[in-house]
């Protein structure tokens, strides 16, 4: 069995690569690698084979996550069925995602934050116009939601 996630967020350059840069981490640490693919996508195809913002790259590697290799692409609608979990960053991005949707995909689409336990937010605040400070929040939430999907993951894998 293999659970794909596929993670969303606009351009594909700051918080999606940083969200698949965390989850690869700690799909490793927790020896899922066998089990769970990750990958991540935009909206918009704004940035398309670019790498990750110079400053999202920064605020990651500060914490041990090299997001050098990931490259942005945009969302295909092939990918609505071929992930089992698609997570947008932001409400606007799922209805974004939503409209992509038939009917028989949209129970596949989630807000990432929804895995959050230490964070109320509903939506990863984007970076990319503030001040670089926004980088390390981002940070911060990503890594609580990832832990938090980890643990669903690792629950549902036990009842299977």
Request: net charge negative.
């Amino acid at each position: 069995m293999t659970y794909r996630v596929l993670l969303v967020c606009m351009g594909n350059i700051c918080r999606s690569p940083t969200a698949e840069g965390v989850l690869r981490y700690f799909i490793k640490i927790n020896n899922l690698g066998e089990i769970v693919e990750v990958d991540s996508a935009g909206t918009h195809g704004y940035h398309v084979g670019e790498v990750p913002d110079s400053r999202t790259q920064r605020a990651a590697s500060a914490r041990g996550y090299n997001l050098s290799q990931l490259r942005a692409r945009k969302v295909a609608r092939q990918d609505l069925d071929y992930f089992d979990l698609i997570l947008a960053m932001d409400k606007s991005n799922l209805d974004n995602l939503r409209r992509m949707a038939t009917p028989e995909q949209q129970q596949r689409i989630r807000l990432f934050m929804d895995y959050a336990k230490n964070f109320d937010d509903d939506e990863v605040p984007d970076p990319y116009y503030g001040l670089g400070h926004g980088f390390d929040l981002v940070l911060d939430m990503v890594e609580d939601a990832s832990l938090g999907l980890i643990d669903e993951i690792k629950k549902e894998l036990r009842r299977t």
